[in-house]
């Protein structure tokens, strides 16, 4: 594990897309945090952290697209998978190759608290629970980024239906629509199933907390675990594909 | 060492490998030879664990592949068809990295730089692998089979591309291998099997159809006594010379191959020198000889033979007749001593 981490996360740096993930996430989380915060001359975090999530739609691709996908196009998969490694400890140290690239421009990006404390005092407690709520986002986001780059040998198609995966979840956390005053008589249940699902998906939801400032464990546990399941998707993925 | 029990792998309906049996000795060197899409790189990926069987029994060095992978896998260096190189790395760093990857316990820069010695890669070991040549890439990929002198080394067709000189300096790399590894190599190149090889198993559409030594299987070379002709002037005169030597079992005209002459295809009695008699009533009747050659296609002809029919002959059981009718066909003997030209004959010399 500890190899395929080093390697990875060299990678990242050996070619553009290390650099154009921090660019690209710190081009547009500055942008959000003028709009929101600098403009305003506002100390509260909540809108930043409210919003700050979409960069994921446009970064995470850049992260997770050829992690799996570039390997097995150029067959380097079979270095890594005929060497004496589990197939979990490859999926982790690369998991972990990208989540690293993630926590430098996530804390980075901690440096608009001493910017705001030149016109006010943020909470900075507060802001930190925000900035571990936007971490936990991408964590989860790579682990979904890295189970669609194991799914196909196209980087393109890796990096697009990952950010339309992430653009869908956000959407629906956005939709207003009540199922249950639609569907109402037999289909009650059925309204209040669309209901509880839709809440459930809803990353905005989870986010709430974080972005208020409130440290509930209940989404922290939601963000890990969905992250697990993608990661332990992602090895599955790869151990079925040798049954083919 | 390595041990094989009715391998069998299927893509959907297709049968890639059909219940496939057989073991390799410690330190012995295998020779895996078929035409292309035979199965052998599939074979090879299962051996080695990239891909799974859709039934039967791999079993390394007493690890059961599937059963217990990292113990198995520990025991396997393998060159896989397209040598896995990240492009992105030098040289050095790619070996670093398989180094770390397999966990190996050796001292790091001895290892490594023996190596880069034995392979001959030391030369370009700062530079980026994208910008190496397919024969220095090709080299990478099995200096990457060797790191932590794994006990079986398994090699995919491993000269495929490369220049003569390198296909000779990498046959003698992986016959040096082969007195402290178990080696399992694959080709389609008949010549490079019988240079390096101490047994060889032949597949074709996915079943085992021969499993000999090379020595059995040069036997029926040095049976043979035939030749081919290239004698100036007109086809009836020198048939007519020809009939007239005595030892000759027959000749058979291959036609018109430069203006002026007539190429044939003569076969002696088996263990009587045919070429100074020839020479000497061509020569009185003035009919130069413009080039007279061995035909050593025996062991093409049988591969041929065996990898053709479905039935799957062992190749002691080809007889004599079988082979002829091979020979006397027009088409087989065409061709069949240009690939001897292209493919090994140069390389064959410089290995004896």
């Not at chain 2, 099997?193 to 499993?211: D, H, P, Q, Y």
């Not at chain 2, 190429?263 to 009919?287: G, H, K, M």
């Amino acid at each position: 594990m500890k190899a395929i981490y080093k390697r990875e996360l060299r990678a990242y740096f050996k070619t553009p897309l290390g650099y154009i993930f921090l660019f690209a996430y710190l081009l547009i989380t500055s942008a959000v945090f003028t709009l929101c915060n600098l403009l305003t001359q506002q100390t509260s975090m909540v809108f930043f952290f409210s919003y700050v999530n979409l960069v994921f739609i446009f970064v995470i691709p850049v992260l997770t697209m050829r992690l799996f996908a570039e390997e097995r196009k150029n067959k380097t998969d079979q270095l890594l998978l005929t060497a004496p490694v589990r197939i979990v400890d490859i999926v982790l140290g690369k998991f972990l190759a990208a989540s690293t690239v993630l926590l430098i421009g996530v804390a980075a990006t901690t440096l608009y608290i001493p910017i705001m404390e030149l016109y006010g005092t943020p909470a900075i407690a507060e802001s930190m629970i925000g900035y571990l709520g936007l971490f936990l986002t991408g964590l989860l986001f790579i682990a979904l980024g890295m189970f669609m780059s194991s799914i196909t040998e196209s980087q393109v198609i890796a990096a697009i239906s990952t950010s339309v995966i992430i653009l869908f979840l956000w959407l629906l956390g956005d939709v207003n629509i009540q199922f249950t005053e639609v569907l109402t008589g037999a289909l009650a249940w059925l309204g209040s199933a669309l209901d509880w699902l839709m809440n459930f998906i809803s990353i905005t939801n989870r986010l709430y907390d974080f972005a208020l400032g409130t440290l509930n464990l209940v989404p922290v546990f939601y963000f890990v675990s969905l992250a697990g399941l993608f990661l332990f998707l992602t090895v599955q993925v790869i151990e079925r594909r040798r049954w083919k | 060492m390595v041990e094989i029990k009715n391998l069998t792998k299927k893509y959907g309906t297709k049968l890639a490998v059909d219940n496939i049996s057989f073991t390799v000795k410690e330190g012995e060197i295998l020779g895996f030879l078929g035409p292309n899409g035979a199965g052998k790189s599939t074979t090879m990926n299962i051996l080695t664990g990239y891909l799974s069987a859709s039934s039967g029994e791999v079993s390394i060095g007493g690890f059961d592949i599937l059963d217990n992978p990292v113990e198995a896998k520990k025991k396997i260096g393998y060159l896989p068809e397209h040598p896995p190189l990240y492009m992105d790395m030098t040289v050095r760093e790619y070996l670093d990295f398989v180094y770390d990857l397999k966990k190996v316990e050796e001292d790091r820069e001895e290892h490594l730089s023996k190596i880069c010695d034995t392979v001959k890669i030391t030369d370009v070991k700062d530079r980026l692998i994208s910008n190496l040549s397919k024969g220095y890439k090709q080299r990478v990929g099995i200096a990457q089979a060797m790191v932590g002198n794994p006990e079986v080394l398994i090699l995919d067709e491993p000269t495929v591309g490369l220049d003569p000189k390198q296909i000779v300096e990498i046959r003698s790399v992986i016959k040096k291998l082969g007195r402290e590894h178990t080696v399992i190599l694959s080709s389609h190149i008949l010549q490079e099997v019988n240079a390096i090889c101490e047994r060889v198993i032949i597949i074709n559409g996915g079943k085992l159809v021969a499993s000999d030594t090379p020595e059995n299987l040069g036997k029926s070379i040095s049976n043979e006594n035939k030749f081919q002709l290239r004698v100036a002037g007109e086809e009836r005169e020198i048939l007519d010379i020809l009939d007239g030597v005595s030892g000759i079992k027959y000749v058979n005209s291959l036609g018109r191959k430069e203006s002026g002459s007539i190429d044939f295809v003569v076969e002696a009695e088996p263990d009587v020198d045919v070429r100074t008699p020839i020479f000497n009533a061509l020569a009185s009747a003035n009919l130069p000889i413009l080039s007279l050659q061995t035909l050593d296609l025996s062991l093409e002809e049988i591969f041929l033979e065996v990898t053709q029919s479905q039935a799957g002959t062992y190749i002691a059981d080809v007889d004599e007749e079988e082979i002829e009718i091979v020979n006397t066909e027009p088409d087989a003997t065409n061709n069949a001593p240009e690939e001897v030209v292209e493919e090994g004959a140069s390389e064959d010399e410089s290995n004896l």
